[in-house]
């Protein structure tokens, strides 16, 4: 009866564990269609910025990234997809914040160069 009883429970405990598996299969993380969508975008709104241009390596960055979650993505390893878009959509967002610093720099040396333009015709028509 003992060994009956043992049996039983061992039983009891493997349906357990498969039932817990099979519920941890269905609770797997769901496809980053979301955040592929948002990185793509950085990727553009970057590439439109000039980060190609002012920021080749952030921008080589994030596309790579892109790629390989994109691989990921049909591979089905969702969560390796999710990591790597959220990396693009970073690398993009530096490479977009870095073009328009540079920008910037370039439009305020155009500017001092105009204000010293200006001050020399000025002190020219003052003599």
Same mark, same amino acid.
Not at 24 to 33: E, H, K, M, N, R
Not at 103 to 108: C, F, G, I, L, W
């Given at each position: ?67 390989? $979650?994109?691989? =990921?993505?049909? @591979?089905?390893?969702?969560?390796? *997809? %999710?990591?790597? !878009?959220?990396?693009? /959509?970073? +690398? $993009?967002?530096? =490479?977009?914040? @870095?073009?328009?610093?540079?920008? *910037? %720099?370039?439009? !305020?040396?155009?500017? /001092?160069? +105009? ?13």
């Amino acid at each position: 009866m003992d060994i009956l009883s043992r049996y039983k429970w061992h039983r009891s405990v493997g349906a357990i564990a498969c039932a817990a598996v099979v519920m941890a299969g269905c609770a797997s993380i769901p496809p980053p269609t979301e955040q592929m969508a948002v990185s793509k975008s950085a990727i553009s709104n970057a590439a439109s910025a000039g980060g190609g241009e002012y920021a080749p390596v952030e921008m080589r960055s994030a596309q790579d990234k892109m790629e390989r $979650a994109s691989r =990921a993505m049909a @591979k089905e390893d969702y969560e390796d *997809a %999710r990591w790597l !878009a959220e990396e693009a /959509q970073a +690398d $993009a967002r530096l =490479a977009e914040k @870095k073009a328009e610093s540079a920008k *910037a %720099r370039k439009a !305020a040396v155009v500017m /001092q160069d +105009d204000i010293r333009v200006l001050r020399e015709e000025i002190n020219r028509n003052s003599k």
